[in-house]
């Protein structure tokens, strides 16, 4: 459809930033300034005119199409073509694109017209009438308003856009525009799909990973390095903290009772984690928790290990069903890597007969008897950090 090299036009569309008030213009900014981070095409220019956003890229329309999808804070996109506001430019670039989706999709069409500019001569229902006829003579196509093989939508503001099918992005909030969380990052199915919802509402999501070689493999490690890869596509990056925690394990399956093993492993990595957030000034923590999913999920469990955290614990998936998350892992593209088999320390220290109903005070006994605090102090000495 254009030239090698050419500037192409591409019409973003974005959903709940139209609902901001005074405020509205630095999440449009955030949003554009995110989009040209993803593009790293210092040639692109974008445009903001009343709800949409206009960029103009020399970028192979791949890799501008791989961008945009994973732009939080876009709803939709397509590639355009824009005309001078008379009818005869309109008709032109009508034929130009009509020919093009017609040849890719098939011959039945619709055309939808939006007037924002009321000092247009014809109104949506006559710029409508208008093409269908030109496309239905002139490239020997057939109106189809209830099935058509593609839309051809026109948009008439400070100039006239022309676009067919839309392609769907993740809506939600730009990134960054929430503030900083840390992501408590396993190699299991639901933690990258709570991360990926926490980017989605405008947070900029780094990760912490806890390591118990030799116990826990390097092939462990090297999946959560691959699940942070994929979740960086939709984050821009995501720093990974990986936080050797073996000898906090080995304390604890010396002191504690088998059953209050999960808990107190869990107790630990939240304090750990809030203390890695605070020293990098993040605002929360992240994790993958879903009510009732596992015996350390339950109500009275979530109560003791949040309780280890001064900052908030946000669980996007509290309320969600493994079937909704293993639907969105899929989508997102993290649920092939997350099920390799790799167990993480949680996996593989699990008890047979985990609490389901602990005792709050009979676990903070526990906690205290750990004396856990010097040791989680040397895991953080030794944390490694990957950029």
Known sequence: MREAGAQNLYLIKYGELTLKGGNRGSFERRLADNIRRQLADPKASLDRHKGRLYLRTGAEPQAVRRALAH??????????????????????????????LAAATGPRFKIEARRSDKSFPLDSYGIACDLGELLRTRLGLTVDLHHPDWVLNVEIRDRAYLYGPQSPAPGGLPLGSSGRGLLMLSGGIDSPVAGYLM????????????????????????????????LSEYLLGMRLFV?????????????????????????CMVKAAEAVALRGGYGCLISGESLGQVASQTLPALRFTGGFSSLPVLRPLIGMDKEEIVGLARRIGTFETSILPYPDCCALFAPAHPLVRPDHERMLASFAALD????????????ERLE
């Open 243 to 267: 936080v050797p925690l073996t000898e906090v394990q080995m304390r604890i399956r010396e002191r504690a009772p088998a059953e209050e093993t999960t808990l107190l492993v869990r107790a």
């Open 71 to 100: 732009t939080f804070g876009i709803v939709a996109f397509s590639e355009a073509l824009q005309a001078d506001k008379e009818m005869g430019a309109i008709r032109e670039a009508a034929l130009r694109l009509g020919q093009g």
């Open 199 to 230: 980017g989605k509402r405008g947070l900029r999501v780094d990760a912490i990973y806890f390591h118990t070689p030799p116990y826990t493999s390097e092939q462990a490690r090297d999946k959560v390095v691959a699940l942070r890869r994929i």
């Open 372 to 383: 856990a605090e010097p040791l989680l102090e040397q895991a953080l000495q030794g944390m």
